[in-house]
């Protein structure tokens, strides 16, 4: 699932809940998204365990395995949909 339709899935303070558990905004969230700018690594690492994994580093950087190269052999035992 993308960021974004996660956020979508949520009311607004839901959605300021999780940017704050997060430790950022649901704005910073927002600009990210529309302007298509890549997410801290750090950041990336939050959202996923904040989104119990619905949203993945994978899903959220497209330069993934170069930054977790860990993660290359499970996912390709994860089959795409």
Known sequence: MNLRTFLNSMKPA???EFARRCDTSI???RKAISSRQPLRVALC???ERESGRLVTRQELRADWARLWPEL???SAD???A
């Open 72 to 74: 290359i052999s499970a």
């Open 27 to 29: 704005a910073y969230l």
């Open 45 to 47: 690492v939050d959202i």
């Open 14 to 16: 839901e959605q300021a």
């Open 78 to 80: 994860v089959p795409l």
